[in-house]
């Protein structure tokens, strides 16, 4: 009788186990850390958009396995990306986390990555160092040196002599700054001034007022995606528009998911970036008006980090067949090239960093609507931070 029992409950444990196991097979889970409140919520809700509008287009099973995506939101704070990747690798143990929308929070679980063998695919952070501190971090965002060198290098060509910088004071910035810096002096350019703003609620009111009294050509500014609406708001406050003085920058400054509510004070700006709404090309227009009609709003370059991101996935899953172990997708994630809404886009096989083009390009009114319109390609860039170090 009691052996009955357990032989019974040793069958039915097996059952259970091998029940569970297949459906952990059939389920690759991505758990997706992003800040869909706070000052960065803007990043989260864009890369979430895109995804959902991915899945929609492309259907949420690929090579015989249904992807899940279980949402997390850590406000950007990276104490909170720490315990959500933690929860989510022991506990909901997904294949993939993915996502990050500040540097602090994509170094926060790097260490994670590395101990458990889940590939993290970094959306949105753009310091140099994150794809070096995990061999399982793949990067489909963009990093502010590629950016930086060449807006560096258009400035001094272009007869900009005198430039004050605005930087927010954590890793991406100083990046920023350093790498414009390198490139904007070295074509004969010169720093007036530089000025660090903290991450949090920035106040630019002081420098903008110094500025309109020493008058630089322009100012550099690297503010992450959702700030640059008040940055516009508070340079147009103080009537800086009408100053002469250009704004440039890595585009982060003029995403476009706040761009058009800027008002004509953003007018005639220049940066240097990875994605505009206007990119000409079919795929884009495509993309741009499925996300408007789901959203009734403009994707920014967020949510291309976002689509881009997850159609990684897809193909590296395709790729191994549905083996969702980390080695065998970060294996086939490596080298990997394909059109992305923003241009042709690959992964470097050896930093797993993306390459992609970096356009110049000018804000323009265009049937009513303010657009970055690309009017120079830089092909197939790489991160410069990493050749440097
Ligand atoms: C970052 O924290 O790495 C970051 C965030 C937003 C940006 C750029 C960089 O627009």
Redesign the pocket.
Known sequence: MLRNFISATVAAVGVLSIGGLAQAQETVKIGLIVPMTGG?AS?GQQINNAIKLYQQKNGDTVAGKKVEIILKDDAALPDNTKRLAQELIVNEKVNIIAGF??????LAAAPLATQAKVPEIVM????SI?TERSPYIVRT??T?AQSSTIIGDWAAKNGIKKVATLTSD???GNDALQFFKEHFTAGGGEIVEEVKVPLANPDFAPFLQRMKDSKPDAVFV?????QGGNFMKQYAERGLDKSGIKVIG?G?VM?DDLLNNMGDAALGAVTAHLYSAAHPSAMNKEFVAAYKKAYNTRPG??AVGGWDGIHLVYEALKKTGGKADGDSLIAAMKGMKWESPRGPISIDPETRDIVQNIYIRKVEKVDGELYNIEFATFEAVKDPGKTKK
């Open positions: 960065q990043t929308g500040v540097t602090p929070a994509a949105a952070a753009g310091t994150i965002s963009f502010l954590y890793a991406p690297f503010v992450p995606a959702g890595p982060d995403d370059f967020m």
